[in-house]
């Protein structure tokens, strides 16, 4: 199968990246032709804030590129991974023009929330759930604490809404977790058309033994992270386990502050994912204190793979990921008590914590490898293809009448 993969590289290197590079690489042992283009957030700052704007609702130019691609080359499938804002939705048009199935990851909330988080001043919220058009996000300033970038942002979504592009033009989605699929499916979506597909690590990381006697957080340190309530709870718990922090984000400065008045918190900055996982195989548990309905939480299914348990907020997709007492405990989301409760359990209850190493790896197994991943992704790219030809034969069909 010949795959044309899209996306639009975020400034800050993430999960979303990493996971359409696994998904090429994967696709490539496989047997597939991937041809992956990338846009990259740093055009934004030659392009300008008002041309970025535009583009995000149509782009002419990612329409004629991709239109000239699959003209000049055969191909089954256009994935497209990441869109906004440098690519577009016109790229569903382009394909949809050359008779190209388009397959869509959906990796956050961004065709229905303005920030792709539905978080917003510290709480969970979901105003612009449902909404034909978001312009809860523009009161709030959502995208960016910009009124009129999140104009802009709020005009792709309603434009495209109206004019049924998230409908007509995608013939399939992938949810990255149930939790995700069922709030597009609340959105409005086409549940028939959403496939849910986890993220998954190949090849399968060598497990680790545990043993290092700290806790980590590896993540993007930012409001919607719980990145406060987790500093609050280590610095008031009694004796907990040490803390070591990976990550770089708006909150850092806090961060780094509370480190240097706290030698219990170690703030280490950003490091490369083959040291982050060294890390993590040495660590007691992970910490995922986030605040917002994470899609998936890439960096747990990372820790499940190297056998290490997580202690993660009890919300979204994270109330299945984790099973409470074999892969990890759960504590309540934004609440420091709840938090600082199983910090206190973890270190008088150090032995049950390592039990649960060897579950932990086995519920990355089970759900998280590359070749059951694999062949999931080429049945949705079989039934995409599917329903852009019975659509073709609906259209001959209708002619000829």
Request: with cysteine; glycine share 4%; aromatic share 10%.
């Given at each position: 199968?010949?795959?044309?993969?899209?996306?639009?590289?975020?400034?800050?290197?993430?999960?979303?990246?990493?996971?359409?590079?696994?998904?090429?690489?994967?696709?490539?042992?496989?047997?597939?032709?991937?041809?992956?283009?990338?846009?990259?957030?740093?055009?934004?700052?030659?392009?300008?804030?008002?041309?970025?704007?535009?583009?995000?609702?149509?782009?002419?130019?990612?329409?004629?590129?991709?239109?000239?691609?699959?003209?000049?080359?055969?191909?089954?499938?256009?994935?497209?991974?990441?869109?906004?804002?440098?690519?577009?939705?016109?790229?569903y048009y382009a394909a949809a023009r050359c008779g190209v199935a388009v397959v869509q990851t959906l990796h956050n909330y961004r065709l229905m929330c303005l920030n792709a988080l539905f978080f917003r001043d510290h709480h969970i919220c979901e105003d612009c759930l449902g909404g034909f058009f978001p312009w809860a996000g523009i009161v709030h300033a959502c995208y960016r604490q910009s009124r009129m970038g999140s104009a802009a942002v709020a005009a792709m979504i309603g434009w495209h809404r109206m004019i049924r592009t998230?409908?007509?033009?995608?013939?399939?989605?992938?949810?990255?977790?149930?939790?995700?699929r069922e709030k597009y499916m609340a959105g409005g979506f086409p549940p028939g058309k959403i496939a849910v597909r986890p993220n998954f690590l190949h090849p399968s990381p060598v497990p680790g033994s545990g043993g290092g006697g700290f806790c980590l957080f590896v993540g993007r340190l930012s409001p919607e992270k719980g990145i406060a309530v987790m500093l609050e709870a280590w610095r008031t718990a009694h004796n907990p386990l040490p803390l070591k922090i990976v990550g770089d984000g708006p909150l850092r400065e806090l961060v780094s502050a509370t480190a240097r008045n706290n030698p219990g918190i170690e703030y280490l900055g950003s490091k490369a994912p083959g040291e982050v996982l060294d890390m993590m195989r040495a660590a007691e548990?992970?910490?995922?204190?986030?605040?917002?309905?994470?899609?998936?939480?890439?960096?747990?299914?990372e820790s499940l793979a190297v056998g290490t348990p997580v202690l993660a907020s009890r919300i979204g997709p994270l109330v299945s990921m984790i099973v409470n007492g074999k892969t990890g405990r759960h504590f309540e989301p934004s609440?420091?008590?709840?938090?600082?409760?199983?910090?206190?359990?973890?270190?008088?209850?150090?032995?049950?914590?390592?039990?649960?190493?060897?579950?932990?790896?086995?519920?990355?197994?089970?759900?998280?490898?590359?070749?059951?991943?694999?062949?999931?992704?080429?049945?949705?790219?079989?039934?995409?293809?599917?329903?852009?030809?019975?659509?073709?034969?609906?259209?001959?069909?209708?002619?000829?009448?």
């Open positions: 199968m010949n795959i044309l993969m899209l996306h639009n590289r975020y400034l800050q290197p993430g999960g979303e990246d990493r996971s359409a590079e696994a998904d090429a690489e994967l696709l490539k042992e496989y047997g597939c032709r991937v041809e992956l283009l990338e846009e990259d957030n740093r055009r934004i700052e030659s392009l300008g804030k008002a041309r970025t704007a535009g583009r995000a609702v149509w782009s002419v130019e990612s329409f004629r590129r991709l239109q000239n691609i699959l003209r000049s080359g055969h191909f089954d499938v256009v994935h497209v991974q990441n869109f906004f804002p440098l690519w577009s939705p016109s790229v998230w409908y007509s033009k995608v013939d399939a989605y992938i949810a990255v977790s149930e939790f995700v548990s992970l910490i995922f204190p986030s605040a917002s309905p994470e899609s998936m939480g890439r960096v747990v299914m609440d420091v008590a709840s938090l600082r409760s199983e910090l206190e359990w973890c270190t008088c209850n150090l032995d049950a914590l390592r039990r649960m190493r060897s579950e932990s790896r086995r519920a990355f197994e089970a759900k998280y490898t590359g070749p059951a991943n694999a062949e999931l992704l080429l049945a949705i790219y079989r039934t995409a293809r599917e329903s852009v030809r019975k659509a073709r034969e609906r259209d001959k069909s209708g002619f000829n009448m």
